[in-house]
């Protein structure tokens, strides 16, 4: 069992999250099955959630997710369609740039996603997947993450981390980019492996959910153009800090 965990309160939100893939819902039966509640807790669970319209009983006796959910999860909602209104900023940054862009939001404390992705009109360029999700002390989207976090924080990170992270084998290098962050403003990360990649990453600041605007490339795309690039990306992510701040005070 996870340290601090509340079980009974872990299988209810499982409840939720079995219940959002199904669209025509789903009996108590089949709810215990997917969550491993018992039926007489389960039981429980629904009629919990159906007091508060988190859950709703349709017309063939099943239950589905209710619209008391959208009422709790309105500030989210809101941030997502704000962040939304950023993908032409990525846009425009990978077409000038000729490189992949992302954006990446914390997910809790222990991962972050990325949120947004554009990539160049090119034969031959890194593809970055949007909702990938990755542990928040991986690369240099974690440590522009990590940057403000103390440092017995940041071994706590490490620690819990999966054990096929670099980081945590070497977390020196993580500590490394926080200080580049701190001291720079942005943070490089050259990668390599199977495929030898480069990017640069820093955050977006000034906004209800802090965010992380990438680029992404081959070694052969920064070679020379280093300091064009961080000026880019800075240049990019003052207007996007614009662009939030009003998307935010517009709902």
């Keep these: 069992m996870s340290e601090g965990i509340i079980p009974v309160l872990d ?41 508060h319209n988190w859950l709703k009983k349709n017309a063939t006796g099943k239950y589905a ?3 008391g959910l959208v009422e709790i999860a309105g500030n989210l909602i809101n941030t997502y369609s704000a962040f939304e209104t950023l993908q032409p900023l990525l846009d425009d940054l990978s077409l000038e740039m000729g490189m992949s862009a992302k954006l990446s939001v914390r997910n809790g404390l222990n991962e972050f996603i990325t949120f947004l992705t554009a990539h160049p009109d090119s034969p031959i360029a890194l593809f970055s997947k949007a909702g990938a999700r ?16 103390p ?44 495929i ?5 990453s820093a955050p977006i600041r000034g906004i209800q959910t802090e965010a992380v605007l990438s680029l992404l490339g081959f070694p052969e795309d920064f070679e020379g153009r280093e300091k064009q690039i961080s000026r880019m990306l800075l240049t990019a992510i003052k207007k996007g800090e614009d ?3 009003a998307a935010f005070s517009s709902v």
Excluded: W
């Design 151 to 194: 440092e017995s924080e940041v071994e706590k990170f490490i620690r819990s981390a999966p054990l096929k992270t670099r980081e945590k084998s070497n977390p020196e290098q993580l500590f490394n980019r926080i200080d580049e962050c701190n001291e720079k403003g942005y943070c490089f990360l050259n990668q390599e492996g199977n």
């Design 134 to 149: 990755f542990p928040i002390i991986e690369g240099s989207v974690g440590a522009v993450f990590l940057r403000n976090t």
């Design 196 to 200: 030898h990649s480069q990017t640069i």
């Design 243 to 245: 662009m939030l701040k």
């Design 65 to 67: 997710l209710g619209f």
């Design 11 to 51: 299988k209810s939100i499982c409840l939720l999250g079995y219940l959002s893939s199904r669209d025509k819902g789903a009996t108590p039966a089949e709810i215990a099955e997917a969550t491993g509640m018992s039926i007489a807790t389960c039981y429980r669970a629904i009629q919990t959630f159906l007091k």
